[in-house]
């Protein structure tokens, strides 16, 4: 190898990391401070996502309940009674009846 190919070979070797960096820090930049890709939307929008999925799990329990609560009231006239009463604040002659607020 001639002496400039030498230079040129132990330069570039000793420079190698320059490119990288400057890449690497080009990438960083674009992923933190771009408002489409940024990582803080991205981890914004998990958390959305996190308490959406929770608030659907919360609704999907009550659902649940109101559903089986409503064929128990067309199945039976015992639990409809029961909710009438319940709704309207209705009572038997014999019962007393506590409101608790």
């Known amino acids: 190898m001639s002496k400039t190919a030498k230079k040129l070979s132990f330069w570039v070797r000793r420079r190698s990391h320059l490119p990288v960096l400057v890449i690497g820090s080009l990438v960083i930049l674009v992923l933190f401070f771009n408002e489409e890709t940024s990582v803080k939307l991205n981890v914004e929008y998990q958390n959305q996502i996190n308490e959406l999925r929770k608030e659907i799990k919360l609704n999907e329990d009550s659902a649940r309940y109101y559903r089986a609560r ?3 009231i067309e ?3 015992a639990d409809l009674e029961e ?3 319940e709704q309207f604040h209705m ?3 014999s019962e ?3 409101l608790i607020k």
Request: glycine share 6%; aromatic share 6%.
């Open 96 to 98: 007393d009846v506590y």
């Open 70 to 72: 409503r064929e128990a």
């Open 83 to 85: 909710v009438a009463r």
């Open 91 to 93: 009572q038997r002659p």
């Open 75 to 77: 199945s039976g006239r």
